[in-house]
Protein backbone atom coordinates (compact mmCIF):
# COMPACT_ATOMS: atom_id res chain seq x y z
CA UNK A 1 0.00 0.00 0.00
CA UNK A 2 1.13 3.44 -1.03
CA UNK A 3 2.61 5.48 2.48
CA UNK A 4 0.57 8.25 3.61
CA UNK A 5 1.81 11.95 4.31
CA UNK A 6 -0.80 14.00 6.92
CA UNK A 7 -0.20 17.51 6.64
CA UNK A 8 -0.81 19.73 9.42
CA UNK A 9 -1.24 23.40 9.67
CA UNK A 10 0.99 23.74 12.71
CA UNK A 11 2.38 21.68 15.82
CA UNK A 12 -0.84 22.21 18.51
CA UNK A 13 -2.16 18.96 18.12
CA UNK A 14 -4.31 19.60 20.58
CA UNK A 15 -6.40 21.79 18.82
CA UNK A 16 -10.10 20.90 16.64
CA UNK A 17 -9.72 18.73 14.27
CA UNK A 18 -5.82 18.12 14.39
CA UNK A 19 -6.45 15.87 17.37
CA UNK A 20 -9.28 13.91 15.31
CA UNK A 21 -6.77 13.40 12.77
CA UNK A 22 -3.76 12.23 14.81
CA UNK A 23 -6.10 9.28 15.30
CA UNK A 24 -6.30 8.82 12.16
CA UNK A 25 -3.07 8.87 11.65
CA UNK A 26 -2.62 6.66 13.87
CA UNK A 27 -4.74 4.06 13.34
CA UNK A 28 -3.39 4.45 9.77
CA UNK A 29 0.09 3.28 11.18
CA UNK A 30 -1.77 -0.33 11.39
CA UNK A 31 -1.35 -0.93 7.94
CA UNK A 32 0.60 0.78 6.30
CA UNK A 33 3.77 3.60 6.29
CA UNK A 34 2.27 6.80 7.39
CA UNK A 35 4.17 9.88 8.47
CA UNK A 36 3.34 13.46 9.80
CA UNK A 37 4.75 16.90 8.14
CA UNK A 38 3.58 20.14 8.71
CA UNK A 39 3.41 23.01 5.67
CA UNK A 40 3.23 26.42 7.95
CA UNK A 41 6.17 27.52 9.77
CA UNK A 42 9.12 25.10 10.10
CA UNK A 43 9.08 23.13 12.90
CA UNK A 44 12.62 21.86 14.22
CA UNK A 45 13.05 18.15 14.18
CA UNK A 46 10.12 17.75 12.16
CA UNK A 47 9.23 17.22 8.14
CA UNK A 48 7.90 20.01 6.29
CA UNK A 49 5.81 20.03 3.32
CA UNK A 50 8.15 21.75 0.84
CA UNK A 51 10.92 18.82 1.95
CA UNK A 52 8.25 16.55 0.61
CA UNK A 53 7.69 17.99 -3.16
CA UNK A 54 11.32 18.16 -3.60
CA UNK A 55 11.53 14.38 -3.71
CA UNK A 56 11.26 12.98 -6.68
CA UNK A 57 8.97 9.75 -6.34
CA UNK A 58 6.62 8.50 -8.66
CA UNK A 59 4.11 5.52 -9.10
CA UNK A 60 3.62 2.90 -6.62
CA UNK A 61 6.78 4.64 -4.82
CA UNK A 62 4.73 7.84 -4.42
CA UNK A 63 3.02 9.02 -1.34
CA UNK A 64 -0.29 10.30 -0.72
CA UNK A 65 -0.84 13.12 0.86
CA UNK A 66 -3.83 13.54 3.45
CA UNK A 67 -4.85 16.63 4.46
CA UNK A 68 -8.03 18.11 6.69
CA UNK A 69 -7.84 22.02 7.89
CA UNK A 70 -10.47 23.53 6.41
CA UNK A 71 -9.57 27.43 5.72
CA UNK A 72 -6.54 25.81 4.49
CA UNK A 73 -7.59 22.92 1.53
CA UNK A 74 -7.79 25.43 -1.53
CA UNK A 75 -4.31 26.54 -0.79
CA UNK A 76 -3.17 22.93 -0.15
CA UNK A 77 -4.43 21.91 -3.69
CA UNK A 78 -3.03 24.10 -5.25
CA UNK A 79 0.54 23.75 -3.73
CA UNK A 80 0.14 19.85 -4.19
CA UNK A 81 -1.13 20.35 -7.72
CA UNK A 82 0.39 17.14 -9.26
CA UNK A 83 0.47 14.73 -6.42
CA UNK A 84 -2.36 12.22 -4.76
CA UNK A 85 -4.41 14.29 -2.26
CA UNK A 86 -7.16 12.70 0.12
CA UNK A 87 -9.25 14.94 2.09
CA UNK A 88 -10.21 14.38 5.61
CA UNK A 89 -13.60 16.54 5.73
CA UNK A 90 -14.23 17.23 9.55
CA UNK A 91 -16.63 19.93 8.48
CA UNK A 92 -18.19 21.86 5.83
CA UNK A 93 -19.12 25.35 4.51
CA UNK A 94 -15.42 26.90 3.89
CA UNK A 95 -16.60 27.42 0.39
CA UNK A 96 -14.11 26.08 -2.09
CA UNK A 97 -15.10 23.18 -4.68
CA UNK A 98 -13.31 19.74 -5.46
CA UNK A 99 -11.71 18.10 -8.21
CA UNK A 100 -13.64 14.74 -8.52
CA UNK A 101 -9.59 13.72 -8.42
CA UNK A 102 -9.42 14.54 -4.68
CA UNK A 103 -11.25 11.97 -2.70
CA UNK A 104 -13.50 12.86 0.38
CA UNK A 105 -13.28 10.92 3.20
CA UNK A 106 -16.43 12.43 6.02
CA UNK A 107 -16.30 11.56 9.81
CA UNK A 108 -19.91 12.14 9.81
CA UNK A 109 -23.07 11.08 7.62
CA UNK A 110 -23.83 14.70 7.58
CA UNK A 111 -21.05 16.10 6.06
CA UNK A 112 -21.12 12.62 3.86
CA UNK A 113 -24.17 14.01 2.75
CA UNK A 114 -22.92 17.77 1.97
CA UNK A 115 -20.31 16.44 -0.01
CA UNK A 116 -22.28 14.04 -1.94
CA UNK A 117 -24.30 16.73 -2.64
CA UNK A 118 -21.41 19.22 -3.81
CA UNK A 119 -18.89 16.98 -5.16
CA UNK A 120 -21.41 14.09 -7.16
CA UNK A 121 -18.59 13.07 -8.91
CA UNK A 122 -15.82 12.15 -6.38
CA UNK A 123 -14.88 9.19 -4.35
CA UNK A 124 -16.45 9.60 -1.15
CA UNK A 125 -16.79 7.43 2.00
CA UNK A 126 -17.67 7.57 5.62
CA UNK A 127 -14.91 7.39 8.20
CA UNK A 128 -16.12 8.47 11.82
CA UNK A 129 -13.70 9.21 14.48
CA UNK A 130 -12.33 7.15 16.89
CA UNK A 131 -14.23 7.77 20.34
CA UNK A 132 -12.26 7.35 23.78
CA UNK A 133 -15.03 4.83 26.04
CA UNK A 134 -15.09 4.40 29.50
CA UNK A 135 -16.70 0.85 30.38
CA UNK A 136 -16.91 1.04 33.57
CA UNK A 137 -18.40 4.50 33.79
CA UNK A 138 -21.95 4.07 35.10
CA UNK A 139 -20.42 2.31 38.73
CA UNK A 140 -18.43 5.86 39.68
CA UNK A 141 -19.88 7.90 42.17
CA UNK A 142 -19.60 11.98 40.33
CA UNK A 143 -18.91 14.77 42.35
CA UNK A 144 -19.87 17.62 39.35
CA UNK A 145 -23.70 17.46 38.67
CA UNK A 146 -23.00 19.86 35.40
CA UNK A 147 -20.23 20.02 32.95
CA UNK A 148 -20.12 22.82 30.24
CA UNK A 149 -17.05 24.40 28.35
CA UNK A 150 -16.58 28.04 27.52
CA UNK A 151 -14.94 26.49 24.09
CA UNK A 152 -17.63 26.79 21.59
CA UNK A 153 -20.76 27.35 23.94
CA UNK A 154 -23.44 29.55 23.45
CA UNK A 155 -23.85 32.80 24.90
CA UNK A 156 -27.37 31.44 26.29
CA UNK A 157 -25.59 28.48 27.94
CA UNK A 158 -23.24 30.43 29.11
CA UNK A 159 -24.94 34.09 30.26
CA UNK A 160 -28.33 32.47 31.43
CA UNK A 161 -28.50 28.63 31.66
CA UNK A 162 -25.20 28.09 33.79
CA UNK A 163 -25.94 30.88 36.31
CA UNK A 164 -29.21 29.45 36.69
CA UNK A 165 -27.83 25.85 37.55
CA UNK A 166 -25.26 27.18 39.50
CA UNK A 167 -27.72 28.44 42.31
CA UNK A 168 -29.48 24.70 42.29
CA UNK A 169 -26.41 22.10 42.06
CA UNK A 170 -22.85 21.67 41.69
CA UNK A 171 -21.61 22.97 38.03
CA UNK A 172 -18.29 23.21 36.93
CA UNK A 173 -17.51 25.75 33.99
CA UNK A 174 -14.00 24.93 32.39
CA UNK A 175 -12.59 27.95 30.37
CA UNK A 176 -9.87 27.52 27.75
CA UNK A 177 -8.71 24.30 25.74
CA UNK A 178 -8.68 21.21 28.59
CA UNK A 179 -5.79 18.60 27.40
CA UNK A 180 -7.43 16.05 29.44
CA UNK A 181 -11.56 15.85 29.21
CA UNK A 182 -12.04 12.34 29.81
CA UNK A 183 -11.04 12.77 33.63
CA UNK A 184 -14.19 15.59 34.09
CA UNK A 185 -16.51 13.44 32.19
CA UNK A 186 -15.75 10.77 34.85
CA UNK A 187 -16.39 13.07 37.59
CA UNK A 188 -19.99 14.41 35.82
CA UNK A 189 -23.32 13.92 35.78
CA UNK A 190 -24.69 16.10 32.99
CA UNK A 191 -22.45 17.65 30.34
CA UNK A 192 -24.02 20.79 28.51
CA UNK A 193 -22.72 21.54 24.89
CA UNK A 194 -24.21 24.19 22.75
CA UNK A 195 -22.65 24.39 19.39
CA UNK A 196 -24.84 26.16 17.10
CA UNK A 197 -24.20 29.99 17.78
CA UNK A 198 -20.22 29.13 17.48
CA UNK A 199 -20.43 26.84 14.25
CA UNK A 200 -22.94 30.05 12.70
CA UNK A 201 -20.22 32.60 13.39
CA UNK A 202 -17.78 30.68 11.89
CA UNK A 203 -19.54 30.23 8.72
CA UNK A 204 -18.73 26.17 8.57
CA UNK A 205 -20.40 23.22 9.95
CA UNK A 206 -20.13 20.81 13.40
CA UNK A 207 -18.41 18.43 11.30
CA UNK A 208 -18.71 15.39 13.85
CA UNK A 209 -19.18 16.58 17.69
CA UNK A 210 -16.79 14.45 19.77
CA UNK A 211 -16.78 15.77 22.84
CA UNK A 212 -20.95 14.94 23.34
CA UNK A 213 -20.07 11.47 22.30
CA UNK A 214 -17.10 11.14 24.46
CA UNK A 215 -19.08 12.45 27.72
CA UNK A 216 -21.55 9.50 26.70
CA UNK A 217 -19.07 7.23 26.39
CA UNK A 218 -17.85 8.03 29.99
CA UNK A 219 -21.27 7.49 31.39
CA UNK A 220 -22.69 11.28 31.20
CA UNK A 221 -26.33 12.21 30.58
CA UNK A 222 -25.64 14.47 27.60
CA UNK A 223 -27.84 18.04 26.51
CA UNK A 224 -27.18 19.36 23.53
CA UNK A 225 -28.24 20.94 20.02
CA UNK A 226 -28.58 18.74 17.32
CA UNK A 227 -26.93 21.06 14.83
CA UNK A 228 -25.05 19.52 11.45
CA UNK A 229 -23.22 16.32 12.37
CA UNK A 230 -24.53 15.90 16.49
CA UNK A 231 -28.04 14.59 14.29
CA UNK A 232 -25.70 11.55 13.31
CA UNK A 233 -25.90 10.07 16.71
CA UNK A 234 -27.83 12.29 18.98
CA UNK A 235 -31.26 10.52 19.86
CA UNK A 236 -33.16 13.37 22.31
CA UNK A 237 -35.35 11.70 24.63
CA UNK A 238 -33.13 8.34 23.92
CA UNK A 239 -29.75 8.83 24.41
CA UNK A 240 -29.89 12.41 25.48
CA UNK A 241 -31.73 15.59 26.07
CA UNK A 242 -31.81 18.58 23.36
CA UNK A 243 -31.18 21.60 24.99
CA UNK A 244 -32.52 25.47 24.56
CA UNK A 245 -35.93 23.99 24.30
CA UNK A 246 -38.82 26.71 24.59
CA UNK A 247 -37.23 28.62 27.82
CA UNK A 248 -34.81 29.03 30.28
CA UNK A 249 -37.54 27.57 33.32
CA UNK A 250 -37.94 24.06 30.64
CA UNK A 251 -34.46 23.61 30.48
CA UNK A 252 -33.47 24.47 33.92
CA UNK A 253 -36.42 21.81 35.12
CA UNK A 254 -34.39 19.10 32.14
CA UNK A 255 -31.08 19.48 33.61
CA UNK A 256 -32.26 19.26 37.21
CA UNK A 257 -34.11 16.49 36.53
CA UNK A 258 -31.43 14.57 34.50
CA UNK A 259 -28.97 15.30 37.55
CA UNK A 260 -31.73 13.31 39.94
CA UNK A 261 -32.49 10.34 38.08
CA UNK A 262 -29.44 9.93 35.66
CA UNK A 263 -31.69 9.59 32.51
CA UNK A 264 -31.85 8.95 29.63
CA UNK A 265 -29.01 6.43 30.25
CA UNK A 266 -25.55 6.71 28.09
CA UNK A 267 -25.57 3.76 25.78
CA UNK A 268 -23.95 0.99 26.78
CA UNK A 269 -20.32 0.38 25.59
CA UNK A 270 -21.50 -2.10 22.42
CA UNK A 271 -23.11 0.69 21.04
CA UNK A 272 -20.03 2.44 20.75
CA UNK A 273 -18.18 -0.22 18.61
CA UNK A 274 -18.45 0.99 15.34
CA UNK A 275 -15.73 4.35 16.78
CA UNK A 276 -13.33 2.04 17.95
CA UNK A 277 -9.84 2.00 17.58
CA UNK A 278 -10.14 -1.30 15.47
CA UNK A 279 -12.96 -0.71 13.50
CA UNK A 280 -11.90 2.61 12.28
CA UNK A 281 -8.21 1.69 11.68
CA UNK A 282 -10.47 -1.58 9.39
CA UNK A 283 -12.33 1.11 7.45
CA UNK A 284 -9.42 2.91 6.52
CA UNK A 285 -7.16 -0.08 5.74
CA UNK A 286 -10.36 -1.10 3.42
CA UNK A 287 -10.73 2.72 1.89
CA UNK A 288 -7.19 3.09 1.29
CA UNK A 289 -6.99 -0.35 -0.08
CA UNK A 290 -9.40 1.74 -3.05
CA UNK A 291 -7.54 4.95 -3.25
CA UNK A 292 -4.48 3.13 -4.06
CA UNK A 293 -6.41 1.29 -7.18
CA UNK A 294 -8.02 4.92 -7.86
CA UNK A 295 -5.06 7.08 -7.86
CA UNK A 296 -3.47 4.36 -10.41
CA UNK A 297 -6.42 4.26 -12.69
CA UNK A 298 -7.32 7.33 -13.01
CA UNK A 299 -3.44 8.85 -13.46
CA UNK A 300 -3.48 9.29 -17.08
CA UNK A 301 -7.32 9.03 -17.08
CA UNK A 302 -9.51 12.58 -18.08
CA UNK A 303 -12.13 12.91 -16.00
CA UNK A 304 -15.27 12.54 -18.29
CA UNK A 305 -18.70 12.83 -16.11
CA UNK A 306 -20.55 15.88 -16.62
CA UNK A 307 -20.28 18.44 -13.91
CA UNK A 308 -24.07 18.83 -12.17
CA UNK A 309 -22.94 22.39 -11.21
CA UNK A 310 -21.10 24.04 -13.70
CA UNK A 311 -23.99 25.39 -14.87
CA UNK A 312 -25.34 25.81 -11.54
CA UNK A 313 -22.83 27.28 -9.55
CA UNK A 314 -23.05 31.46 -9.28
CA UNK A 315 -20.68 33.48 -10.87
CA UNK A 316 -18.89 36.27 -8.18
CA UNK A 317 -21.20 38.50 -10.01
CA UNK A 318 -24.43 36.75 -9.29
CA UNK A 319 -23.52 36.11 -5.75
CA UNK A 320 -23.10 39.90 -5.33
CA UNK A 321 -26.62 40.74 -6.64
CA UNK A 322 -27.93 38.33 -4.31
CA UNK A 323 -25.87 39.60 -1.39
CA UNK A 324 -27.91 42.93 -2.43
CA UNK A 325 -30.76 41.10 -2.85
CA UNK A 326 -31.28 39.66 0.42
CA UNK A 327 -29.92 42.97 2.32
CA UNK A 328 -32.55 44.53 0.63
CA UNK A 329 -35.22 42.36 1.96
CA UNK A 330 -36.39 40.96 -1.34
Request: glycine share 6%; aromatic share 10%.
Amino acid sequence: MRPLIFLFPHDRMNVGGNSAQMRFFEACCRFTAASVAFYGERIAGHLHLDDCLTQDTKGSSSPIFVIHWGPDIAMLLERLKGHDVVYFAHSTGWGMALPSKVPVLCVSRHTMAYWGRHAPNSYIAHVPNVVEVDSSATARPRDIDVLVQGRKSSRYLLERLVPALQERCRVALLDGWVDDLSAWFRRSSVYLYDSLEHWADVGATEGFGLPPLEAMGHGCVVFSSVNDALADYLDPGFNCRKIRVHSLEWDVAEVLRAVNDRAPAPPPAPWFAGYSTDMVASRLETVFGDLDRFFDLTADIHPDIEDLWALRRPTPLQRAKRAVRVLAGS
